[in-house]
T-cell receptor, first 114, second 112 residues
């Protein structure tokens, strides 16, 4: 079983839809949670990060963490064609020999069509 | 502008050859990482370095080697021992222990 599981999709939605992307994890030591966006043939870019349970909002994006269920989500409101990309969740422990190392999910391919 | 430069963008390797992928950063980051990306498998860690002249194996280090002689540079060599090297390779950097990585644009390696 992988430490981080993410539904690879692909996910196709119409413009303006609300998108929900999800990851589950098994390592209870994970304390930092991130979402990266990757456009085709490019490197990932950090979209959002959080280290506590609850919601964090940034414009059209909301990151949600539920540590008790080991579940994180990214919501995209009013989705745009420019949101079409692969979304990767990533997690990290704090301290120890794994300090600074990220564990990534498989990535979800999202297409927003006009 | 600060960032990470990976070169070349595309690389073709013949069977039995060693090839080296370049990664240079001008962000003054101490930590650097190499990841491999395959379709449907996300990013898997090959090697990482938290400081100059020191590096550690990641989850899939077999068939790869690295060096860290300068803070700015972290080249990755894909050796002939790597049986399935065709993939997209990503270099990243961060502050020590930092989780906000800056990634390069990647190198696509193909075995011909």
């Amino acid at each position: 079983q992988k430490e981080v599981e993410q539904d690879p999709g692909p996910l196709s939605v119409p413009e303006g839809a609300i998108v929900s992307l999800n990851c589950t994890y098994s390592n209870s030591a994970f304390q930092y949670f991130m979402w990266y966006r990757q456009y085709s043939r490019k490197g990932p870019e950090l979209l959002m990060y959080t280290y506590s349970s609850g919601n964090k909002e940034d414009g059209r994006f909301t990151a949600q963490v539920d540590k008790s269920s080991k579940y994180i989500s990214l919501f995209i409101r009013d989705s745009q064609p420019s949101d079409s990309a692969t979304y990767l969740c990533a997690m990290s422990v704090i301290g120890g020999t794994s300090y600074g190392k990220l564990t990534f999910g498989q990535g979800t391919i999202l297409t927003v069509h006009p | 502008d600060g960032g990470i430069t990976q070169s070349p963008k595309y690389l073709f390797r013949k069977e039995g050859q060693n090839v080296t992928l370049s990664c240079e950063q001008n962000l003054n980051h101490d930590a650097m990482y190499w990841y491999r990306q395959d379709p449907g498998q996300g990013l898997r860690l090959i090697y990482y370095s938290q400081i100059v002249n020191d590096f550690q194996k990641g989850d899939i280090a077999e068939g790869y080697s690295v060096s860290r002689e300068k803070k700015e540079s972290f080249p990755l060599t894909v050796t002939s021992a790597q049986k399935n090297p065709t993939a997209f390779y990503l270099c990243a950097s961060s502050i020590p222990g930092g989780t906000r990585y800056t990634f390069g644009s990647g190198t696509r390696l193909t075995v011909v």
